[in-house]
């Protein structure tokens, strides 16, 4: 049987035990590969089992897994002919069904503003893709749980590439191959709750106004349609100044698949594929599957798929699908790219569409089920605390570091220091004061600075805000828009600010200190500073010159040459907006819990596990900051995941 199938109806299913040894083995590979990649995995919740790991233990869980193993293999198969098709377990065979009759479907547009709210997902807010190196043949998105829905509401899901260049930009005037402002493509496989199911085609930034989209032509394109037989035009600004808004979008065909309420989100599965010169999607509900070909508008995709979005969004045109208080959802995106290797992470969403949930913690990289590498993530209402990122790293108390990579040490050296920076012009400064008289070998962290892309931002004790220079007033629950396309956003006393790359620094004001945590936007990446390990080596940091110092860190080694290389020099320093001269220098010795009075370690420590902190080295620096800042510094530490590795010998 030809790859196109042509002149058949049917496609025969060679069962999983007969697929190449290697793609059996993948699971495995992948699962053994993330084990000793620490860095991705740490910090995390354990994420819930997925669906069909729970429906195994029933008394029915062989057949449930057999299941699905039959519906994975379904997806491999190479697709039929072009139209509308399912299948019935245990059957082998893709059944061709009647596609629904041509009519306008709605638009799914493309994101049209910066991120101005961290507590949603989609059109304003964040989201977390799945990035290959290589390229995607093959996409799913799917929940391991969706628990504590109980609204109901229209909604949509979307399985999104990234916009990529394409030779259907061929006729458009603002053909320039430059992906963030030229003329570039956008698929989108979209399941309506409706009980619908087709891919959607976008030229974004086609041209300018009055630019006529590239036949064939839909001949009369009506406001908030979009039709199968031909493209249409929508003036949708995607950025600021964007001199060519004409965005272009036209349908395949439209397939039935059940409808299924909000409540029970968590029993479909959408699948994309890009593989050979074809296009497809596969909608899921409770494992019975459903195939539409699609028009393969863009035939280069399968060369350019690079990234995938999933998630749950509003059911077209710009609109929220809203979840009760109680909702938590983890998301998986897989992804197929020709390597067992996770996926990296992206904190970005390209859709119109949104829901009301909040991003959790960094995401997982983890291996699906069956062989598929995948990105997977919660979101929930109401909002955990904290900021989403693919990365995180923290500068606690009366400073505790913990690097990107899970290593925890102490460094009390006094000054400004670069607590982190990437090649995304994005760099976070903190400044570092001496508790003397009374702590003289402990500091606390009194001002921190980033630079997001074009701006500079300097949060102050005991809350001034100072954007480039100049003081600035951000209500609670608020944010201030950056001129170079990031923002400031406050909740309570902490602020965050999001440059347009996606990283983040947070700055939680706590009267006469500061806690600061620093997320990435981008995962992996190339990441400088006090919380960056050298070339990913969890018990190792690195000098700015690129020494390399090995835990157990010597006193002499961390106060020496790597603390003098990490100061922020006067000319680079963004921290003189909070004023305030202060000593440069080091601490004389080491301190630990074990240097305090008995009786006060004794009671510190009690404080500490009351608050919920656990035996270990977390324990000890709750202890160190209890004494010095009082008992509400221990819920700094309660439900923080052990570090992966300790820096200091006393620690050990």
Known sequence: MSRNGIGETTVKYLSMFRQPCSVMLIGVIVSATLISTPVMAQNQPQVPKPVEQEKASAPDHALAVEREKWRKGMLLRPRPVKGCFTATYPDTEWREIPCLPPRPTKPYPPRSTGTTN???????????????????????????????ITTTGAYSLQLNTAPFDTSACGGSPNNTHVLATGCRGWEQFVYDSSGTASIQYWLLDYGPVGTSCPAPVHANCAANAVYTDGWCPFNISLFAGDANPIQCAINSSLVGAPAQALTGVGNLKV?????????????????????VTGANHFPDLGSQWNEAEF???????????????GTNIVVRTEVISGTTAGPGCHMRSWTGESNNLSLGTSPVASPAPLPAPALVFSESN????????CADADSLGDTHLRTFGGLLYDFQ??????LAETDRDFQVQTRQVSGAPSWPNATVNRAVA??????????????????????????????????????????????????????SARAEMNGAYINVSVGLGNWPSKVRGLVANASGKVNEVVARDGVVLSSPFAFESLYGHYAESWRAAREESMLGACGENILHGVPKKSFSATDLPPKLATRNRLICTRAGVKEGPLLDACVIDVAWLGAKAATTFAGKPAPVAVGDERRR
């Open 311 to 325: 998630n749950v969004f509003g059911p077209g045109s710009n609109a929220t699908v809203t979840f009760n208080s």
């Open 450 to 503: 980033v630079r997001a892309g074009k701006d500079q931002v300097a949060m102050c004790l005991p809350g001034r805000v100072m954007v480039n220079g100049r003081p600035a007033t951000i209500p609670d629950g608020g944010h201030l828009a950056l001129a170079g396309g990031g923002a400031v956003f406050r909740k309570a006393n902490a602020f965050t600010v999001l440059a347009p790359s996606g990283d």
């Open 271 to 291: 699948s994309g594929s890009a593989g050979g010169a074809n296009d497809s999607m596969v909608v899921s509900v409770s494992g019975t599957p459903t195939l």
């Open 118 to 148: 961290l507590e949603t997902v989609g059109g304003a807010g964040p989201d977390f893709t799945g990035s290959v190196t290589g390229h995607i043949s093959q996409a799913e998105g799917s929940f391991d749980s969706a628990a504590g």
């Open 382 to 389: 109401p909002a955990p605390s904290g900021t989403p990122s």
């Open 413 to 418: 050296a006094t000054g400004d220091f670069v």
